[in-house]
């Protein structure tokens, strides 16, 4: 299905991956939320990670013009999603290589990563 990204209160955002992840819809949702930020905005990035059936195949999945855009207006990330995905998504997310703290939780512990969140 993609990625779909909504506000919530203040300034945390959810972002919801499900089904096969096309970069075509990840790009589409980043830029439509880029738009909105202004000069000074700062989030937190919620990840919700559903039936997730992969990355779409054949694209350039390492481009880097998001995070190095507009990768220091994200103050934390928190992925819940299936543990087996764990080591993936945080690589895919940038764990380690961006100013924000990236941590993952499986999907039994969605409070406690809103919690986290701040």
Known sequence: MGATIQKEEGNLRVLRITGLLKKSDLDAVQA????????????????????FQGWEHGVDWGDMSFLVTHGDRIEKIAIVGDPKQEV????????????????????????QARAWLG
Request: hydrophobic letters at 50%; glycine letters at 4%.
């Open 88 to 111: 993936d998504f945080l690589a895919f997310a940038g764990a380690g290589f961006r100013q924000a703290q990236v941590k993952f939780f499986p999907p039994s512990q969605l409070a």
């Open 32 to 51: 439509a939320e880029a738009r909105q930020w202004k000069s000074t905005t700062k989030i937190k990035l919620l990840v919700i990670v559903e039936d």
